[in-house]
């Protein structure tokens, strides 16, 4: 089946795609949000895979926690490729993917994922890890620099985007060959709730109503 994957949630942006189950898994990457477009990143593994984007029958998305621009971006590329084709979305969590990253290195045993959620928190979930398999032991969550910290004190096992300048831990980033992969694998962990995870409460503050102007003016 036919496949595109797109990763947006970091800083390393990165798009795989497949022919079917059997064949190779083809990727691009780029660092930086507006160093390369979505659609030369998408063209690029197309072309290595022989394909055209009505070719594609499953776009698989990542949906964070990271960067809520970024996990925006690859949804609303597709989103209007499924209105132009009728395919299917299927999303996993960036914690799953990364998870799945750290088996390919060969890590092993208790993992704790994180995850930079600005102003002084991190996301972090924590995985036990086996050859070709990775189980979350519990749910993703926010955490301070002080619960970090005491990790790191405890000597846990951290990886995660930057995570060696956060905490010394061992740098670690989304790929979407990993989603590719994951499909193939562990089909399971695919869902189709394609809403960015964001754990913080959605808060804005209101405008003031303007004044109305005088009589014959306009805004």
Request: aromatic fraction near 6%; charge should be neutral.
């Amino acid at each position: 089946m036919p496949t595109l994957a797109l990763e947006f949630s970091t800083r390393f942006r990165s798009v795989a795609a497949t022919r079917d189950e059997s064949s190779p898994i083809f990727t691009s990457t780029a660092e930086g949000m507006r160093t390369t477009g979505t659609m030369e990143l998408v063209g690029k593994v197309l072309e290595a895979a022989h394909l055209r984007i009505t070719d594609i029958d499953t776009v698989l998305v990542g949906i964070g926690p990271g960067s809520y621009t970024g996990v925006r971006a690859a949804l609303a590329f597709a989103e209007g490729w499924k209105l132009a084709t009728e395919g299917t979305i299927l999303a996993i969590p960036t914690n799953h993917i990364l998870a799945h990253g750290l088996t390919l290195k060969g890590a092993s045993g208790k993992w704790r994922i994180i995850i930079d959620a600005q102003k002084k928190e991190f996301y972090s979930a924590t995985y036990s890890l086996a050859p070709g398999n990775f189980v979350m032991q519990d749910a993703i969550k926010i955490v301070s620099t002080d619960e970090l910290t005491e990790a790191t004190s405890a000597h846990e096992q951290i990886a995660g985007p930057e995570a060696l300048r956060l905490c010394g831990g061992v740098d670690l980033y989304p790929l979407a060959e990993s989603m590719i992969q994951i499909s193939r694998t562990l089909p399971q962990l695919m869902q189709m709730d394609l809403e960015p995870i964001y754990l913080r409460p959605i808060s804005f503050v209101k405008a003031p109503k303007r004044p109305p102007l005088p009589d014959g003016l306009s805004r």
